[in-house]
């Protein structure tokens, strides 16, 4: 039997006005780092392409590292082809500058009011290329979670969607904890109880096995 061949993202992508100044989100990357590691684990060949995180690499694990969404674009389009199934749980800044400044803009030089472009929709873009691949996605929302995360899953052709309210304490962002919703496909909603994020991965995994079964 041939190897499983999983693709991850994780981590905040930067979208940056100069070298140093740039948009992005609070995300540490665990969830999907996590992820990864109880991929790995499972016997799956996996491949992390990480944004922004302070993480290390996992021993087994082909970690490919990115910065902007574009980055992380190019990155999943060349090895999206070859994978079985594609988790994508990083946090990818929504917008970017139109401009950005070879050097650092000195303070009394910085646009006060730059004009902003939509980055690529990752999740989209793959999902209009998908053959016979698994696609998760990831809905980190602050209110009406479900509702987001069912028109998500629709809009980009989902097989199921992890849904999470990042607005609730002592989850999501940067927590070791969090609570999830897997909302499938079919209308089928899972919801393990709050745990940590290295024991969700290993339940997100298992349940991406029984999707591979069926």
Not at 21 to 42: D, L, V
Not at 101 to 126: C, G, M, Q, S, Y
Not at 138 to 157: C, G, M, P, S
Request: proline share 4%; aromatic share 4%; net charge neutral.
């Amino acid at each position: 039997m041939k190897k499983i061949r999983c693709l991850i993202t994780a981590g905040a992508t930067r979208e940056h006005f100069d070298p140093v100044r740039f948009i992005s989100n609070p995300s540490t990357g665990k969830m999907g780092w996590h992820i990864a590691k109880a991929s790995q684990e499972n016997g799956w060949q996996t491949t992390l392409v990480m944004g922004a995180s302070p993480l290390p690499e996992i021993d087994g694990v082909e970690t490919i590292k990115v910065v902007s969404a574009q980055d992380m674009l190019e990155a999943c389009q060349s090895k999206f082809p070859d994978c079985d199934i594609l988790i994508m749980s990083a946090a990818v800044s929504d917008v970017r500058p139109k401009k950005k400044a070879t050097n650092k803009v000195k303070k009394d030089a910085i646009d006060l009011h730059p004009e902003l472009e939509r980055t690529p929709d990752i999740l989209l873009t793959l999902s209009k290329e998908k053959k016979n691949q698994i696609l998760i996605g990831f809905a980190a929302e602050t209110n009406d979670v479900i509702a987001y995360a069912k028109d998500k899953l629709e809009r980009k052709n989902l097989n199921a969607i992890v849904a999470n309210d990042v607005s609730a304490q002592n989850i999501g962002f940067a927590s070791d904890m969090n609570k999830i919703d897997i909302v499938c496909a079919d209308g089928s909603i899972f919801s393990p109880e709050l745990d940590t994020k290295e024991n969700l991965a290993r339940t997100i995994i298992k349940f991406v096995e029984k999707l591979l079964q069926k």
